[in-house]
């Protein structure tokens, strides 16, 4: 996805400008208040530039101020529809793999061909391999590998099946091998990928809940502006008249509006919808799929994140780290019967076995013929696994066996031997670090235990301090015993944990936090974590989950990475950031702003006769060349650094996990003190350039 | 400057601060409900006012009936006051036999007193009767400092409540704010003035000739019980024309020191009182300072103006009695703290003092500000503060854990925006207006001054008058009234809205995640916001009055 993005770009940039001028259109622009009063403004300078033409008069300012005021609205617009386009690219590649797929549709165990769009909630489909699956919906029979790339972008196939929580399939998904039997779960349009066009597009954004504020202070902003402008041409009108002075050739409608788009705040008005695009973009460049922009923002004040022990804090399995003969054996001839017993053993753990025998004592995997044994697979109720070694007539003369303490225990006990009692002690002593005792024996003698470790991911500690110092607690979720919990929440470095965790526990937790006054992030994936997903103020579900956990999460990780929630939240974070950081900076701008304008609209008056300045004129610290050049060159400023902070915008500023106060500190230093003396530098080089060019006088 | 005028700025400040901690604290017990030293004195009067008036004490209100108590109770009072005017020539109490008030003149004083503006179009002594002075002014000065006060509260109330909508009980904060902190201090501070020199009389204006012969009347009246509220309450409307200029309302250095101190002392105690009610102290003595480091530099810039420039004509019409030490810090703190009283006229003041005073206004009186409304003011400004920065750090801003969002943010910029419209409207429309010209005793930038002045004095609720300007005309008394109405309601309104928002939103804790409010950095950014609103608000207008007179006064030109 991401390469045909950058293929696309310039296609991309020749859309945006081609729309920044479908956007000038009165109804379009009234969305954003500010940009809307530039646009009023626009059009009144243009009328007063062919009143005066068709009364015989050309003024190259008046030309100049209108095309650069409409400059100003065309680049907002820009900035919008480059935010926009980079989506709709996205959207295009998505919609592509949507296009005409026929179903299978299943009536009564027959089979009719009808195409995909037609298909309704809890219709029954059939995909074999090869087959693109129609629609959303659940597997109800059989398992399939799916290659989902054309949502994830990762090409690696996963499995669905009935039951369970991998049951979801997504339309628009291919099948690569055998059959399933799938029931629709959405009804046309209302799909996963149909839901995710809309949001790329943009189509559908609605403005979050701090945009809306933001806004708001915006176009009060503008008012009040507004409102200084407007009375201060009847305060220059006072002034004239009693310094006996005329003012009206200064003093005019184009230059008093130039001054009130001067000052509005136009360079956050302009990318303020880009900003949040762009925040929804970042998310879906990183497959993330936020079902809203109020989880965005919302991910952004994230201070409590539950997550998974499993997958996020420690790697998805345990590793065998240490072999503990009893009292009598010898270490190598425990690890060569717990090597014996993993070797048909497929699990991770089982080869993590095989493995260690081999590092420490160089014990090379024998292969077993099935003739002289079988391979007793783990079962739930037994708590063990092992081999048989068996004569050919099947009768068993030796039994190994590996297991959790217990069973081990009570199997070697049923055949008439004993479990040592410092091995207990040594299993106790396991458990309590954090791991995980497996049991050996063979027949009735019990050889030792192996030590099964959760190793914890490398640089993840790293990731929770920064976490820390951003203000963010986690808390670690597992089903392991609250002892076991303790040792990984240490060696991991999380603030807190919750052992033997259920549903309804991990949902109490979420609203005891929340009742805190805190917001809680969470991902998950099963059926049952559904109603915690929900409670949860960001919930993420996995892409791989089920689509009841789906429906409740308000956010969904296409790459099923749960460690993904921390980019989430920086996300968000950098999304506000963003906007704070452009508001001051465009505020701090009107500065220069005054000091460019109010000394070239009234630096003749009061002059004394024989003066070429009047007071006021001590105001043009910048000292700029002429009034027309120093109005001319603030409202060109006020237009390009909108271009100039689009990639800005699009990118949102950079971003640390840092304190407050280290935040705060060093963007009021960027966009506050730079926006205070930006604009003087940018001002004055603008003007040397006009006097260069001969524009105006 | 002398170093005595050092010292006496000073101790001034040292004072001020002193007494903040002690009155803070007895004051945020007393509207907790606590016990206090003044409840054996005064708790009789507290339950009887309860049963007189039928005041359920335990009732809980949420920000609509409280607000709607609040705009009635103010209501009646400008009703009552409108009246007693227009018919104070048939009531006792008028031994001056003075005629009622012209309707203009009665609705202007009506909206000044009930708004805490106190602005004067009339003069006290040729104007008011002593029972209109009495009955009607004197108890609408506390009745609007109390009215302040409420306000503060409630929106403080629901800065720290716990999801609940209860702001607390109007009338039970009105009696409390009035019976234990306005009345104590005021009798206090009255008898003590009235030691001084200050008259309290009924008897009637004396008749005297004078060392040539001539025959001149003496005003008189029960000044010193006025003039305490009017220091304490942030009023400032004199009983005499001349206001604390006038030698019995403040006849001796003594008095003209407590005077002066009065005017400061309730706003920056409150802003302790603060504090300890949101139970970080360090908040409140951080926005203490803001003000006070706001105020020190108006002070600094006023008093460097009126020493370093010495031209004899600059030097017309200063108050020589009590000093430019004194009438420049009379001058900070009354335009700092919404009084509006004066010790010297302000149009006599170097351009960059008026300048000075103006902007103090212009700020929104949130500089310590009028009793009760200047930290509600304030609040505001954090609240914008806390909005702008706090999205810096990339949360949704906070404030004291409760969440700024669409509704606060509306109300705050509607409660900046209705003054500065009143402001910049009224001033605008009166510069080009025949029949509003007429009025000015200056032309040039000078007039603009006398004018914008005006105007933000009423918006803003301060009071102060810059002289001058003869504001006794219908066009005048109605417009400004409405802007005083425009500027007192526009702000307590949004206010109480913000108080009811917040009340029911939950407390998020601190972590090092949030956007601190308790340090240098916030501290300087508060600055940084109020001046920045309003300089940009202000600046043309600014720059066209005081600053251009300022820069002709420098070279020699004097309006």
């Not at chain 2, 335990?58 to 009936?65: A, L, Q, R, T, V």
């Not at chain 2, 420039?309 to 919404?338: D, F, K, Y």
Request: glycine letters at 8%; charged letters at 15%; aromatic letters at 8%.
């Amino acid at each position: 996805m991401t390469k045909t993005i950058e293929t696309n770009n310039n296609m991309i940039i020749l859309t945006a400008v081609k729309d920044s001028f479908l956007k000038l259109n009165p109804k379009e622009e009234m969305r954003n208040p500010v940009m809307f009063v530039t646009f009023i403004c626009s059009a009144i300078t243009t009328v007063f530039f062919f009143r005066h033409l068709y009364g015989g008069v050309f003024s190259l300012f008046e030309l100049l101020i209108s095309i650069w005021l409409w400059f100003t609205v065309l680049f907002a617009n820009f900035a919008e529809a480059l935010a926009e386009g980079r989506g709709k690219a996205q959207a295009e590649s998505l919609k592509k793999s949507r296009k005409e797929v026929m179903a299978r549709l299943l009536v009564n165990d027959k089979e009719t061909v009808i195409p995909a769009g037609k298909l309704k909630k809890n219709d029954v489909v059939v995909c074999e391999a090869n087959d693109i699956i129609p629609a959303d919906g659940e597997v109800i029979e059989g398992i399939a590998s799916v290659d989902e790339s054309a949502i994830t972008g990762e090409s690696a196939p996963v499995i669905r099946e009935s039951g369970g929580d991998r049951s979801a399939v997504t339309g628009g998904t291919k099948v690569i091998s055998d059959r399933v039997v799938i029931r629709i779960t959405a009804d046309p349009g209302g799909n996963f990928i149909d839901r995710m066009i809309a949001l790329i597009e943009g189509a559908k954004r609605q403005r979050t809940p701090n945009e809306i504020a933001l806004s708001i202070v915006l176009s009060g902003l503008t008012i009040i502006f507004l409102l200084a402008v407007a009375t201060l041409k009847l305060f220059a009108d006072y002034s004239g008249a009693a310094a006996g002075q005329d003012l009206s050739s200064i003093v005019t409608v184009p230059v008093l509006v130039s001054l009130l788009v001067c000052l509005i705040p136009t360079t956050i008005g302009g990318l303020l919808s880009a900003i949040g695009i762009a925040g929804m973009d970042r998310l879906i460049r990183r497959h993330v799929i936020a079902k809203s922009g109020r989880a965005v923002e919302a991910a952004g004040d994230i201070d409590v994140l539950l997550l998974d022990k499993t997958g996020t804090i420690t790697l998805g399995n345990r590793m065998a780290s240490d072999f503990i003969p009893a009292a009598g054996v010898e270490q190598k001839k425990l690890a060569e019967v717990a090597q014996l017993s993993s070797l048909s053993d497929e699990t991770p753990e089982g080869r993590s076995i095989v493995v260690l025998a081999k590092e420490k004592f160089e014990l090379r995997a024998q292969s077993l013929h099935s003739n002289e044994a079988t391979f007793i697979p783990f079962s739930a109720s037994t708590q063990m696994s092992g081999v048989d070694f068996h004569e050919k007539d099947k009768k068993v003369y030796r039994s190994i066996r590996k297991g959790a303490v217990e069973a081990i225990k009570k199997d070697v006990e049923a055949r008439g031997g004993s479990f040592p009692s410092n091995l207990e002690a040594e299993a106790r002593k396991v458990s309590s670090s954090g791991g995980t005792p497996l049991a050996v024996s063979d027949d009735n003698k019990v050889l030792g235990i192996i030590h099964l470790k959760d190793i914890v991911k490398g640089g993840i500690k790293e990731r929770f301090r920064e976490l820390r110092k951003m203000g963010i607690r986690t808390v670690m979720i597992t089903g392991d015993n609250p002892i076991t919990a303790a040792a990984i929440a240490a060696e991991a470095g999380v603030d807190d944990f919750i052992a033997q965790a259920t549903p309804e526990s991990k949902m109490d937790r979420i609203s005891r936090e929340q009742a805190g006054g805190h917001l809680v992030a969470m991902t998950g994936d099963g059926t049952n974590d559904a109603p915690a997903l929900a409670q949860a103020d960001v919930g993420v579900t996995m892409n791989t989950g089920t689509q009841a956990a789906r429906e409740a999460g308000n956010m969904v990780d296409l790459e099923s990475n749960p460690t993904k929630l921390i980019e989430i939240v920086e996300i968000g974070k950098q999304l506000l950031m963003t906007r704070g950081a452009l508001t001051t900076f465009s505020i701090a701008n009107d500065v220069a702003k005054y000091f460019a304008i109010i000394p070239a609209m009234f630096g003749m008056l009061y002059a004394g006769q024989n003066e070429v300045r009047g007071p006021l004129a001590i105001l043009n610290i910048m000292q700029l060349h002429s009034p027309l050049s120093a109005i001319l060159s603030a409202v060109i400023f006020n237009a390009i650094i909108i271009v100039i902070l689009i990639p800005l915008a699009l990118r949102g500023v950079a971003y640390h996990s840092e304190s407050a106060r280290t935040l705060l500190r060093r963007n009021l230093q960027i966009y506050g003190l730079g926006g205070l003396v930006a604009p003087f530098i940018g001002i004055k080089l603008i003007d040397i350039l006009i006097v260069w060019l001969k524009v105006v006088q | 400057m002398r170093v005595n005028d050092y010292l006496q700025v000073i101790i001034f400040c040292l004072v001020l601060i002193g007494l903040t901690p002690p009155l803070g604290l007895y004051m945020a017990r007393v509207f907790e409900g606590k016990k206090t030293v003044m409840s054996p004195v005064m708790g009789w009067l507290e339950n009887l006012l309860y049963r007189l008036c039928g005041i359920n004490q335990n009732e809980e209100m949420d920000w609509k009936i409280y607000t709607k108590a609040l705009l009635y109770f103010n209501l009646l009072g400008f009703l009552f006051l409108f009246v007693l005017q227009l018919a104070q020539k048939i009531l006792p109490l008028n031994p001056a036999n003075l005629p009622n008030v012209a309707w203009d003149s009665a609705f202007n004083t009506a909206a000044s007193f009930m708004t805490n503006t106190n602005w004067q179009s009339y003069a006290g002594e040729t104007t008011m009767s002593y029972l209109t002075q009495m009955i009607g002014l004197t108890v609408q000065n506390f009745l609007s400092a109390a009215t302040g006060i409420t306000v503060f509260l409630a929106l403080t109330r629901g800065l720290i409540s716990k999801s609940k909508s209860s702001l607390g009980n109007f009338w039970v904060d009105m009696v409390r704010s009035l019976i234990y902190v306005l009345l104590p201090l005021s009798i206090l501070l009255a008898v003590i003035l009235n030691s001084q020199g200050v008259v309290q009389t009924l008897s009637s204006y004396k008749d005297a000739t004078t060392l040539q012969g001539a025959n001149q009347t003496i005003p008189l009246g029960p000044a010193a019980s006025q003039i305490a509220i009017k220091q304490l309450g942030t009023n400032g409307g004199g009983f005499f024309n001349a206001n604390s200029a006038h030698p019995f309302e403040n006849p001796t250095p003594l008095a003209n020191f407590l005077e002066v101190l009065a005017i400061l002392l309730i706003p920056a105690a409150l802003v302790y009182s603060y504090g300890v009610m949101i139970g970080n102290r360090k908040h409140g003595w951080l926005l203490f300072f803001v003000m006070f480091a706001i105020f020190a530099l108006g002070l600094g810039l006023a008093l460097w103006s009126e020493y370093s420039i010495s031209s004899a004509t600059i030097h017309e019409g200063q108050e020589v009695r009590l000093g430019i030490t004194n009438s420049v810090l009379w001058m900070t703190a009354t335009t700092c703290a919404s009084n509006g009283s004066v010790n010297a006229m302000y149009s006599s003041l170097t351009p960059l003092a008026g300048g000075v005073a103006m902007f103090n206004i212009m700020l929104g009186e949130v500089v310590f500000g009028g009793v009760g409304s200047g930290l509600y003011g304030m609040l505001h400004i954090v609240l914008l503060t806390v909005f702008l920065a706090g999205l810096m750090v990339g949360r949704t801003p906070e404030y004291l854990g409760k969440k700024i969002e669409r509704k606060e943010v509306q109300m705050v910029i509607l409660s900046i925006l209705l003054p500065s419209a009143a402001i910049l409207i009224g001033a605008g429309i009166a510069c080009v207006l025949p029949v509003a010209l007429s009025s000015l005793s200056s032309k040039g930038p000078h007039g603009l001054s006398e004018i914008l002045y005006a105007f933000t004095s009423a918006s803003q609720n301060n009071g102060s008058a810059f002289a001058g300007l003869n504001a006794n005309t219908v066009f005048y008394n109605v417009v400004l009234g409405l802007c005083m109405i425009i500027g007192r309601f526009g702000v307590i309104i949004p206010a109480m809205v913000i108080a009811g928002s917040l009340a029911v939103k939950r407390i998020t804790p601190v972590g090092s995640g949030t956007f601190a409010t308790d340090n240098f950095l916030f501290a300087a950014l508060l600055v940084g916001v109020l001046i920045i609103v309003g300089v940009l608000t202000f600046f043309p207008a600014l720059s066209l009055g005081p600053l251009v007179e300022h820069l002709l006064m420098l070279k020699g030109r004097g309006f």
